[in-house]
């Protein structure tokens, strides 16, 4: 009851003239929970325990159930949630791992990082997601996995990625840093490949007061080995099995994250209420709204669109205190630390298009009906389209 109070209140404030609209509001979202969230920080502090503890194996144990995943480790990032599950996996040099381009660099940074090689392959115009029929002709003797993201909160087309995966012997790592909460085909993202990584920085979807992250696997013995990972390989204190990091997410930021977590389906059902009222207000404007298969269940980590003169439009918002964000302006394969790899201008045709297109509208589940009205009344007049009631 006290969680639909919550929405409403965010959803029928109006918008008062001249208020800026960010892409995301942490005061908003503190003077709302803050009171939780200060107990819950106290109990930490009373605890006297800054590593480990109850936090963290609740906050484990509420998303494995949650997402019907049976191995849950947290730790310190959603990089570090890649980086732990590729070692894991003993990935290293001599290894390629297939990822797209368009996404952020932490996918491929950590396979670099290990000494292993990311091969970039194009993703769909319309989903911005892992083309699957472009995958198959990038798999080589050297392949080891498939690490598909779900970008800005939409599941990436499994079923297709994990077939070739199981026939060609190699394991899938979901980078569901943006979806958590997503469905694809009625299963939950994280639950779709082989082992998967979560992201709780402040902007995600599940975001924390600092850096944070989650691994989520079936598989016991990968879950085993990421357990030993995360503290410098110890299979027990000062005995080291293997040569991992220190990869432990903080007791205190655990302990806020459970707080977050009991308003996570209020803020994704906000996030989808934003994206079809945007959905609706832009109708008839010459921008191309998100592309949602029907067996997909984002769940808007941004509301992206596509547009020409996407620069034009971003200042012109900018003007009227709007803030929009383009997630992302330069590709992976065109980034300068992966030069060696050989990649240029025209490698991947759709990934380098959409780089120039894309437009992240606010979207976070703090923004009023108000706001999401004045963003699309400014987009609309930016394409001259004359003013209605909406
Ligand atoms: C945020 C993000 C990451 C990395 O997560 P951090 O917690 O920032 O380290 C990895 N992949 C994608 C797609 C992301 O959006």
Known sequence: MEMRQTASRIAFERHPAGRRVETLDL???MELYGSEIRAAIEDV???????????ITQLEAELSERLGVTHAIAVSSGTDAILCALM???????????VPSFTFFATAGCVARLGAKPVFVDVDPRTFNLDPEQIEAAVTPKTRAIMPV????QCADMDPICEIGKRRGLCVIEDAAQALGAQYKGRNACTLGDIACLSFYPTKNLGGFGEGGMILTEDERLAEVCRQLRTHGESERYYHDRIGGNFRLDTMKAAILLVKLKHLDTFTRRRRETAERYNELLREVPVQRPFVPTHQAPVYHQYTIQCDRRDELKASLQEHRIGTAVYYPVPLHLQTCFEGLGYRCGSLPVTERVCQRVLSLPCHPMLHDGDIEHVAKRIRECYGEPDRET
């Open 27 to 29: 005061k908003k979202e």
């Open 45 to 55: 502090l009373e605890s006297g325990q800054f590593i480990g503890g109850p936090a």
């Open 88 to 98: 894991a996996l003993e990935i290293g040099p001599g290894d390629e791992v297939i």
């Open 150 to 153: 779900h970008l800005y909160g």
